[in-house]
Protein backbone atom coordinates (compact mmCIF):
# COMPACT_ATOMS: atom_id res chain seq x y z
CA UNK A 1 0.00 0.00 0.00
CA UNK A 2 1.31 3.55 -0.68
CA UNK A 3 0.38 7.07 -0.07
CA UNK A 4 2.11 10.40 -1.46
CA UNK A 5 2.26 13.89 -1.04
CA UNK A 6 3.95 17.25 -2.43
CA UNK A 7 5.23 19.88 -0.51
CA UNK A 8 5.74 22.50 -2.18
CA UNK A 9 9.14 24.33 -1.24
CA UNK A 10 12.27 26.28 -2.82
CA UNK A 11 14.24 24.13 -0.47
CA UNK A 12 13.53 21.12 -1.27
CA UNK A 13 17.34 19.46 -1.33
CA UNK A 14 17.87 21.15 1.96
CA UNK A 15 14.60 20.10 3.70
CA UNK A 16 15.20 16.83 2.38
CA UNK A 17 18.72 16.21 3.63
CA UNK A 18 17.79 17.93 7.04
CA UNK A 19 15.02 14.99 7.21
CA UNK A 20 17.58 12.40 6.33
CA UNK A 21 19.70 13.27 8.93
CA UNK A 22 17.39 13.60 11.91
CA UNK A 23 15.84 10.61 11.16
CA UNK A 24 19.57 8.76 10.64
CA UNK A 25 19.78 9.02 14.21
CA UNK A 26 16.61 6.68 14.88
CA UNK A 27 15.94 4.61 11.30
CA UNK A 28 18.11 3.44 8.63
CA UNK A 29 18.24 5.74 5.55
CA UNK A 30 19.48 4.65 2.04
CA UNK A 31 19.50 6.28 -1.33
CA UNK A 32 17.66 4.15 -4.25
CA UNK A 33 16.82 5.59 -7.43
CA UNK A 34 17.33 8.74 -6.96
CA UNK A 35 15.38 9.08 -3.34
CA UNK A 36 16.06 8.58 0.05
CA UNK A 37 14.37 6.14 2.06
CA UNK A 38 13.96 5.77 5.80
CA UNK A 39 13.29 2.27 7.16
CA UNK A 40 10.73 2.74 9.48
CA UNK A 41 10.11 -0.15 11.68
CA UNK A 42 6.48 0.02 9.94
CA UNK A 43 7.06 0.73 6.59
CA UNK A 44 9.37 2.92 4.05
CA UNK A 45 9.54 6.95 4.10
CA UNK A 46 10.62 7.77 0.35
CA UNK A 47 11.34 11.30 -0.15
CA UNK A 48 12.46 12.66 -3.23
CA UNK A 49 13.70 16.40 -4.05
CA UNK A 50 11.91 17.64 -7.42
CA UNK A 51 11.27 21.36 -8.98
CA UNK A 52 9.69 23.49 -7.11
CA UNK A 53 9.12 20.62 -3.76
CA UNK A 54 9.06 17.71 -1.93
CA UNK A 55 7.73 14.30 -3.21
CA UNK A 56 6.90 12.26 0.00
CA UNK A 57 5.93 8.55 -0.37
CA UNK A 58 4.68 5.87 2.50
CA UNK A 59 4.92 2.49 1.66
CA UNK A 60 3.77 -0.36 4.40
CA UNK A 61 2.20 -3.47 4.20
CA UNK A 62 -1.29 -3.03 5.06
CA UNK A 63 -3.66 -0.20 6.21
CA UNK A 64 -2.43 0.15 9.73
CA UNK A 65 1.23 0.06 9.20
CA UNK A 66 0.43 2.90 6.04
CA UNK A 67 -1.31 4.89 8.90
CA UNK A 68 2.01 4.99 11.25
CA UNK A 69 3.87 5.87 8.61
CA UNK A 70 1.83 9.02 7.20
CA UNK A 71 1.38 10.07 11.09
CA UNK A 72 5.44 10.14 10.79
CA UNK A 73 5.52 12.01 7.36
CA UNK A 74 2.63 14.58 8.71
CA UNK A 75 4.57 15.59 11.51
CA UNK A 76 7.76 16.91 9.29
CA UNK A 77 6.76 19.60 6.86
CA UNK A 78 4.62 21.36 9.92
CA UNK A 79 8.30 21.33 11.88
CA UNK A 80 10.24 22.28 8.27
CA UNK A 81 7.26 25.23 8.40
CA UNK A 82 8.69 26.59 11.03
CA UNK A 83 12.02 27.50 8.77
CA UNK A 84 10.25 28.99 5.82
CA UNK A 85 10.36 32.99 5.92
CA UNK A 86 7.34 34.72 5.27
CA UNK A 87 7.74 36.78 1.14
Known amino acids: MTA ?3 V ?3 KAE ?3 GTLCK ?3 HKAPVS ?3 GAKEIALPFGIWTLTAQDGGLMLTA ?3 DQASLGRVVEVIARQPARL ?3 ETPS
Open 81 to 83: ALR
Open 14 to 16: RYL
Open 31 to 33: FEH
Open 22 to 24: HFA
Open 8 to 10: RTD
Open 4 to 6: TAF
Open 59 to 61: TAA
